[in-house]
Each structure stands twice: as C-alpha cells, then as structure tokens.
C-alpha cells in the first residue's frame, strides 16, 4: 500500500531544506521572504512537480530548482493576496500575515522579492546545459504564462471584482481555474516535462492536473465555510464575510461537495492507464478531496 503520508513528508522536508538555502542573511527584507516562504506550507506544488517527474520515469532531484521557484511564486501570491487592498486577512499558515508581522511596504517587496528570485532560480540552475536548455526553456515558459497576467494573476483581479457580485458557474470556473489551477497544473506538468513526458502522458496528466486544481479550489471555499482555522493555520468565514464568488455560496456546501468529488473521479480516469509510478498522483488527488488544511 503506497504510504502518502510519508510521502508527503519526504517530499516537504527535501523542498524544505532547499528552499531555505536560498534566502540567507537578516536584513528586513530577507527577514521578510523568509518568515513568509518558511512559514509552514503544505508544498503541494513542489511536491506536484515531484510526483510528475517521477509517474513518466524522471528524477524527482532535477526538479529541484522548478519546485523552488513554484513554491516561491505561490508564497508571493499568498503575502500579496493577504494585503488589506485585497482579502484583508491577518493570519497565513498559522502565523501573523507577512503586513501584519512587518510593514505593508515590505510585505510588498517581500512578494516582489519571492517572485523575482523564482525566475532567477529557474534560469541558474547549475544542471543546464547544452543540451537540455530548450527543455528548460520551455517550462519556464510554462511557470511564466501560468503565473502572470493571463493565469494567476488574471485569476486574482476577476477574484476581487467579482466581490459582491453574483456569477454564474462559468465565470466563478475560470476565476478558480486561473487563480488556482493554472499554478497546479504548471506544477505537474513541468515535472513531467522534465522527467520527458511523451505527448500522450502530457495530454492525460493535464487533464488530471486542471480537474485537481479545480477541486484544490473548490475544497478551500469549502473549507473556508467548514474548516477548522486551528488546522488550516488561517481565518473562516472570510469569504462570506467579502461578499466573495465562492462555490459554497453559489451552488451551496453539499453540492459544492459532490462537484469536487467527480472532479477527483474525472481527475483519477485521465490518470488510468499509468502504471504504479502513479501512486502519488492518485493519492494525492483523494487526499485534495478531504484534506483539512
Ligand atoms: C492556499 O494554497 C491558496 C490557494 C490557492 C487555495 P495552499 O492551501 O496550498 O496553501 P499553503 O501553501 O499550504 O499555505
Ligand atoms: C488564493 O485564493 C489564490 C492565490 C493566492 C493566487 P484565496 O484568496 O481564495 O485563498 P486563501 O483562502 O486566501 O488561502
Ligand atoms: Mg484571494
Ligand atoms: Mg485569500
């Protein structure tokens, strides 16, 4: 039986380990990255770009620079996505908000920082060479699209437009799908472009990666309703509280549920045809469905 659990915190503990070695000495500024980027993170999109290098055969270490950088992006999104311009929140990943337990000036430049030095990572790699530079070129590429204005960040203004407004289905998916499931499946995908995917695995782990990333999304409205703020290390009620475009409040909890559930279904049937390498992909699609932080 494939033990996610530990899995899990293998993984964390190798991207812990790396991602601290990046952000040393104690100016303000560093002080700042580095409380926000080691503040306690579950590192699914790290260990995401892990499990899809190794489900097509590739190494989980040559991953290490584009895991750093997803997890450095997804940090910055967080410190900015906490400003009181945007979700106004005051505690992330159990601790105070990156404003809160600094300035709002240098929570900016905290996230500016984190962003900035993801993209310094991935084009520093000391593994680049001749040979292989197209390849990281390309996922680049890929983190760089999913994490700018027409991915992520398109995601997060329609996210704060939408406040106050009601949605229909579609236009609360493509917020989620941007805000969310464009850096997930960036994380999976680049993984599997660096263990050298063929097309036919790429095309099946995308449509595992978009369904799981929409479900990740889904989960935390649910959680933002249901969930216990002791585990998940930030506040509840929020959302409502915002007046926000959330499954929750358009479709209710129990369908909101139940959406997510044939989400991981669908998530699970792209993903069938690999062989065992796919354990924790598997699994970490279950865990998505009913994890409490
Ligand atoms: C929170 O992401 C923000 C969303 C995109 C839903 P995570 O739930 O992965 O947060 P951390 O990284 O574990 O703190
Ligand atoms: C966060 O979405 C998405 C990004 C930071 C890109 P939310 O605002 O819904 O996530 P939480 O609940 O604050 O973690
Ligand atoms: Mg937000
Ligand atoms: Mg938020």
Not at 82 to 108: Q, S, V, W, Y
Not at 119 to 135: G, H, L, Q, T, Y
Not at 250 to 277: H, P, R, Y
Request: proline share 2%; charged share 25%.
């Amino acid at each position: 039986m494939f033990d996610l659990k530990s899995y899990l915190n293998k993984k964390r503990e190798i991207i812990d380990t790396k991602l601290s070695s990046y952000i040393e000495g104690d100016k303000l500024l560093k002080n700042a990255m580095h409380y926000s980027l080691m503040a306690g993170g579950k590192r699914l999109r790290p260990i995401l770009c892990f499990a899809g290098a190794e489900v097509v055969g590739g190494d989980a270490k040559d991953c290490l620079e584009f895991a750093s950088a997803l997890e450095m992006i997804h940090t910055y999104s967080l410190i900015h996505d906490d400003l009181p311009e945007m979700d106004n929140d005051k505690l992330r990943r159990g601790k105070a908000t990156c404003h809160i337990a600094f300035d709002h000036g240098t929570a900016l430049l905290a996230g500016d920082g984190l962003l900035t030095l993801a993209f310094e990572v991935m084009s520093d790699s000391p593994n680049i060479n001749e040979k292989n530079a197209v390849k990281y070129l390309k996922i680049s590429s890929l983190i760089s699209k999913a994490a700018g204005f027409n991915g992520m960040i398109e995601g997060q203004i329609l996210d704060v437009e939408s406040e106050g407004k009601i949605l229909s289905l579609d236009e609360l998916e493509k917020i989620h799908v941007l805000k969310t499931g464009e850096m997930i499946c960036a994380s999976v995908l680049s993984g599997a472009i660096m263990g050298e995917a063929t097309n036919k695995e790429l095309e099946d782990l995308k449509v595992y990666a978009q369904k799981i990333g929409l479900a990740f999304q889904v989960r935390d409205d649910i959680l933002n309703v249901v969930g216990n703020p002791e585990l998940m290390g930030k506040a509840v009620g929020t959302d409502a509280a915002l007046n926000k475009a959330t499954y929750p409040a358009i479709m209710g909890l129990e369908e909101s549920k139940k959406f997510a559930g044939d989400l991981i279904c669908d998530a699970l049937t792209a993903i069938e045809s690999f062989d065992d390498k796919a354990a924790p992909l598997r699994a970490i699609a279950n865990y998505i469905l009913d994890r409490k932080r």
